[in-house]
């Protein structure tokens, strides 16, 4: 059998006190930490048709249209719209994606994320 983290203390080798000690057996178990998440926004402007931005939410955020049209009404009337939460490697790849094929398109439109 074999024994695990064991810790033996006292005089084992030295043959003053034989069987005389401690044994320890400790377990660690890993803790592991969710990965924070963060809120990718449209941010609204004065200049961006909104087919275009109907078009962004069902191309990089999977929205089907009455979502992708709810979501645009939204940006339009508030100034600003959740397009979805991701963890950060995936928030930051999809505002970097928006905006670059908005500028493609020659259009204003800004993509942000934040914290959640």
Do not use: W
């Not at 059998?1 to 320890?24: F, L, W, Y």
């Not at 402007?45 to 979502?67: N, S």
Request: net charge positive; proline share 4%; glycine share 8%.
């Amino acid at each position: 059998m074999k024994a695990i983290g064991v810790r033996m203390q006292g005089n084992e080798g030295s043959g003053d006190t034989p069987g005389r000690g401690t044994s320890v057996i400790t377990r660690t178990k890993p803790k592991t930490k969710k990965p924070s998440l963060y809120r990718v926004l449209l941010l609204n402007d004065d200049y961006t048709p909104m087919e275009f931005v109907i078009h962004i939410l069902e191309r990089f955020f999977q929205k089907d249209r009455e979502a992708a049209t709810r979501i645009m009404l939204h940006v339009h009337n508030h100034g600003v719209g959740e397009c979805g939460v991701f963890t950060y490697e995936v928030a930051e790849t999809k505002v970097t994606q928006v905006m670059d094929f908005s500028r493609q398109h020659q259009h204003p439109l800004q993509c942000v994320m934040e914290k959640k």
